[in-house]
């Protein structure tokens, strides 16, 4: 029905609503036939290069595997050992890897980079995270929440914390969606004003929300979702101590979540710093779907590895 031949996935603010459903849905379809034992192997004989230029437990093993599982082969390639932590160039890099692999995932501190990847490369290049989004996750966080609930539209989702890369795509996909997304950072940490503005152009083509506050209490009344992540990203940490005092009433605890719906799924895309931005019995509650977001990154992957990957 889509067409993503000659495509990117580096941030779902390039995708229509119609086509972010139809990688949710087709992430589910693959979960099924997982667990039905059905086999589907559409990759065999396809690579995937994946460029790490930092820390990860989910996206890695996710997207190793889930090639795996699709018939193919990823092939690992940390910065540290290819070239590119050399200083040769992304240009030089995405050239000679597109004669080699069919695709290429790559985890970066720059957009820009994954721009100029793209633009020098022949094969699909997919963001598995960068400073300003993180694709791949709200893929698998908007599965889990239609999985729990049924449906989008109208739901209301709450981030709490720092406006970073997991929010940026949270608050582009879910007013893509038609649901009401607001946003409660401290003063400082806001989300980027170009991703707020996208975000409410969208809101208001798809009938939902979106607000950028600055107060959790207010931000979580009637919530459907409570969504939180770090306070500081990978790559921040000289900043940990001003953070730690600057989202001091940020923290997603049992207190907080009274004025949220009682349905309420608490998410998180993990890692999580437990006593930090959510208490521990928060993220061990019952109304926490951590665990089922983070599998769901493997379905998830599986559906764009499917749809870009030829
Ligand atoms: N959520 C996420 O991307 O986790 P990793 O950093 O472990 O990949
Ligand atoms: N915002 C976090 C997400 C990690 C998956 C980071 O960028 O480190």
Known sequence: PFDFNGRDFLTLADFSKEEIEYFILLGIDLKEKLKKGVPFKPLAGKTLGMIFEKSSTRTRVSFEVGMVQLGGYPLFLSKQDIQLGRGETIADTARVLSRYVDGIMMRTDSQQKLIEMARYSTIPIINGLSDLFHPTQAIADFMTIYEHKKKWQGLKLVYIGDGNNVAHSLMITGTKLGMDVVVA??????????????????????????????????????????????????????????????????????????????????????????????????????????????????????????????
């Open 185 to 310: 950072s401290p003063k400082g940490y806001e989300p980027n004003a170009k991703v707020i503005q996208l975000a409410k152009e969208e809101a208001n083509r798809h009938g939902g929300k979106l607000e950028v506050i600055n107060d959790p209490q207010v931000a979580v009344i009637g919530a459907d979702i409570i969504y939180t992540d770090v306070w500081t990203s990978m790559g921040q940490e000289q900043e940990t101590r001003l953070r730690l005092e600057h989202f001091k009433g940020f923290q997603v605890n049992s207190q907080l979540l009274k004025a949220a719906e009682k349905d309420h799924l608490f998410m998180h895309c993990l890692p999580a710093h437990r006593g930090e931005e959510v208490t521990d019995e928060v993220i061990e509650g019952p109304n926490s779907v951590v665990f089922d977001e983070a599998e769901n990154r493997l379905h998830a992957h599986k559906a764009i590895l499917t749809a870009f990957i030829r």
